[in-house]
């Protein structure tokens, strides 16, 4: 989100020459200062904070501010962001760089553990039901999941992919590996769990004593991708080539228990989810 904000930003054109974007949304709703500073007066009422200038908020203790519950991404301010990523990419008025952006399969960890509470499921309109045919299927939680990480992560950036393959190339991506010592429990790639590959390097949270011979080659693999669209602005990695994107085309490249390009991938879906969220995003007759 920072990156694409970056982006869009006029006054930080050319400070850089490439970007790469990890689950980084992409489609942003309209706001303004005015929207999100009284957003910020409600969000401290409710929490009951009557500090009103910026000496009093600092001298808020953190525990009081933890019940502030409100988001602190980027937006327009009418002075060095004057529009959304969104809408600077549908006018054309991105910064024109080489791009890398993709998403994860289980970017829905940031919905909570499960079950999630009847009452925190969307109600999901009859024709979402129909395209999302299998994880309907598998119930409403399954659905609901879905539909987030679709419509929050997966969608947009194939849209932002597609919207930026007219200049400089953009590549797309799917993470969908799942650690070896994850797997009796999880099926998905949580958010951010691509980072360890990307960086090939594992931390502290995970003892290199836990670490497959089959994650250190996903590491390699990922690792070489996103250094050499570092040194070169293109990524060159693997055995199969990573295409640019292009819209007609629909390739992205899935890094997973076997990865590959994908054409195609889950079209009807995000084709739904598009049809639906861009009206949203104040981007007049651009789409």
Same mark, same amino acid.
């Given at each position: 989100?920072?990156?694409?904000?970056?982006?869009?930003?006029?006054?930080?054109?050319?400070?850089?020459?490439?970007?790469?974007?990890?689950?980084?949304?992409?489609?942003?709703?309209?706001?303004?200062?005015?929207?999100?500073?009284?957003?910020?007066?409600?969000?401290?009422?409710?929490?009951?904070?009557?500090?009103? +200038?910026?000496?009093?908020?600092? /001298?808020?203790? #953190?525990? @009081? =501010? $933890?019940? *502030?519950?409100?988001?602190? &991404?980027?937006?327009?301010?009418?002075?060095?962001? +004057?529009?959304?990523?969104?809408? /600077?990419?549908? #006018?054309? @008025? =991105? $910064?024109? *760089?080489?791009?890398?952006? &993709?998403?994860?399969?289980?970017?829905?960890?940031?919905?909570?553990?499960?079950?999630?509470?009847?009452?925190?499921?969307?109600?999901?309109?009859?024709?979402?039901?129909?395209?999302?045919?299998?994880?309907?299927?598998?119930?409403?939680?399954?659905?609901?999941?879905?539909?987030?990480?679709?419509?929050?992560?997966?969608?947009?950036?194939?849209?932002?992919?597609?919207?930026?393959?007219?200049?400089?190339?953009?590549?797309?991506?799917?993470?969908?590996?799942?650690?070896?010592?994850?797997?009796?429990?999880?099926?998905?790639?949580?958010?951010?769990?691509?980072?360890?590959?990307?960086?090939?390097?594992?931390?502290?949270?995970?003892?290199?004593?836990?670490?497959?011979?089959?994650?250190?080659?996903?590491?390699?693999?990922?690792?070489?991708?996103?250094?050499?669209?570092?040194?070169?602005?293109?990524?060159?990695?693997?055995?199969?080539?990573?295409?640019?994107?292009?819209?007609?085309?629909?390739?992205?490249?899935?890094?997973?228990?076997?990865?590959?390009?994908?054409?195609?991938?889950?079209?009807?879906?995000?084709?739904?989810?598009?049809?639906?969220?861009?009206?949203?995003?104040?981007?007049?007759?651009?789409?």
């Amino acid at each position: 989100m920072s990156t694409l904000a970056l982006l869009a930003t006029p006054k930080a054109k050319g400070l850089y020459s490439k970007a790469i974007v990890q689950s980084g949304l992409g489609w942003f709703e309209p706001t303004t200062l005015t929207k999100q500073e009284q957003a910020g007066v409600e969000a401290l009422a409710k929490a009951g904070i009557t500090a009103s +200038t910026s000496e009093e908020l600092r /001298a808020v203790p #953190a525990d @009081r =501010l $933890a019940a *502030v519950n409100m988001s602190y &991404g980027p937006f327009p301010d009418g002075r060095l962001m +004057t529009e959304t990523a969104t809408q /600077a990419l549908a #006018a054309g @008025r =991105l $910064a024109d *760089v080489p791009l890398i952006i &993709g998403s994860n399969s289980g970017e829905d960890s940031l919905m909570g553990p499960g079950p999630i509470p009847t009452a925190r499921l969307p109600q999901v309109p009859a024709v979402a039901r129909a395209i999302y045919r299998e994880e309907a299927a598998a119930g409403d939680e399954a659905l609901a999941r879905a539909l987030f990480t679709d419509r929050v992560f997966t969608a947009p950036a194939r849209w932002v992919a597609a919207k930026a393959a007219p200049g400089q190339p953009a590549w797309l991506y799917h993470f969908s590996y799942v650690a070896t010592r994850m797997r009796p429990a999880i099926t998905r790639a949580a958010h951010a769990a691509e980072i360890p590959y990307v960086f090939e390097y594992w931390g502290r949270r995970t003892p290199v004593s836990l670490v497959s011979d089959e994650d250190r080659a996903m590491a390699t693999l990922m690792h070489a991708c996103w250094v050499s669209f570092a040194k070169s602005g293109a990524p060159r990695c693997g055995e199969a080539a990573w295409p640019a994107y292009q819209p007609q085309a629909d390739q992205l490249m899935e890094f997973g228990a076997e990865s590959g390009v994908r054409t195609n991938f889950r079209k009807a879906r995000l084709d739904g989810q598009q049809m639906v969220a861009l009206p949203t995003l104040g981007l007049g007759a651009a789409k």
